[in-house]
C-alpha cells in the first residue's frame, strides 16, 4: 500500500542553520504531496503542498519539491528560526483517494 | 470562519467511563476525519465521513470506539467503556473536495488521560 517514510528526530540546529528533513513515499498512482507542521499544543496545519511532478511548493521560507524519479519531497529551509521548532510531518494523498497518509513526523529543535 | 472546533480540549476519567470527544467541522467542508496521536503509533486514522455518512472506519481499534455524524456539522467519538491505553490525542480534521488536492484543517485536539 501507499506509504510516507521520513528521517527520524530529533533534528536540533541552531538559529540560521540550513535545514533538510528528507521525506521518501511509495504510491501506485500519481499522488499529491504535503507538509505538515505541528506546533506545540496544537494541531496539524499545511505547510506547503504540490500536485504533481517537478512542482516546487513553498511556504514561510521553507520549500520543497516533488521528485518523481526519486519518490522523494525533501523539506528545505535555508536559515531556520526558534519559531520553526515543531514537530513536522510529509504526506500524500493518492490519485483519486480521499485518504492522507502520514509519514511518523521528525521532531525540530532549533537553539538561539 | 472558526476553524475545526473540538471539545473538550482535555479530559481526565477512570477507566471504565465513557468518553465522548466533540468536533465541529468547518462550514461547507464535506469530509470529516479522526485521528489519533500517540507517541508510539504516532498519527493513525481512526474513521473518516463523507457527507456525513461513514466511508471507512478500519482504524477504529475496537468495537470500545464509536463515531458518528448526525449533521454536517457535528460529530462525536465515543469509547466505552475507556482504558488507559487510549489515552492519547484526538484530532478531528476536515477538508472540501473542490479545493483540488484535500488539504485537511485539523483541530486544537482533545488531549485523553485515563487512570
Known amino acids: 500500500g501507499d506509504s510516507v517514510t521520513q528521517m527520524e528526530g530529533p533534528v536540533t540546529l541552531s538559529e540560521e542553520a540550513f535545514l533538510t528533513i528528507n521525506c521518501t513515499y511509495t504510491a501506485t498512482g500519481y499522488p499529491s504531496l504535503f507538509w505538515y507542521v505541528q506546533y506545540p499544543g496544537e494541531g496539524l496545519q499545511l505547510l506547503l503542498k504540490a500536485t504533481k511532478a517537478d512542482d516546487k511548493g513553498s511556504n514561510k521560507g521553507f520549500e520543497a519539491t516533488y521528485r518523481k524519479e526519486t519518490t522523494s519531497f525533501h523539506l528545505e529551509k535555508g536559515s531556520v528560526q526558534v519559531s520553526d521548532s515543531a514537530v513536522y510531518f510529509c504526506a500524500l494523498i493518492n490519485t483519486g483517494g480521499f485518504k492522507t497518509i502520514f509519514g511518523a513526523g521528525t521532531r525540530l529543535f532549533v537553539k538561539a | 470562519d472558526a476553524g475545526v472546533i473540538q471539545s473538550p480540549r482535555h479530559e481526565v476519567t477512570e477507566m471504565g467511563q465513557e468518553v465522548t470527544l466533540r468536533c465541529k467541522p468547518i462550514s461547507g467542508h464535506d469530509y470529516l476525519f479522526w485521528y489519533r496521536q500517540t507517541m508510539m503509533r504516532g498519527l493513525e486514522l481512526l474513521i473518516y465521513?463523507?457527507?456525513?455518512?461513514?466511508?471507512?472506519d478500519s482504524g477504529m481499534p475496537e468495537d470500545r470506539f464509536s463515531a458518528k455524524m448526525p449533521n454536517a456539522s457535528f460529530s462525536t467519538l465515543k469509547i466505552q467503556p475507556s482504558e488507559p491505553r487510549d489515552s492519547a490525542v484526538y484530532f478531528c480534521?476536515?477538508?472540501?473536495?473542490?479545493?483540488?488536492?484535500?488539504?485537511?484543517?485539523f483541530g486544537a485536539g482533545s488531549r485523553l488521560t485515563v487512570l
Open positions: 465521513f463523507n457527507n456525513n455518512v461513514p466511508i471507512d
Open positions: 480534521a476536515s477538508s472540501h473536495t473542490g479545493s483540488g488536492a484535500n488539504v485537511l484543517t
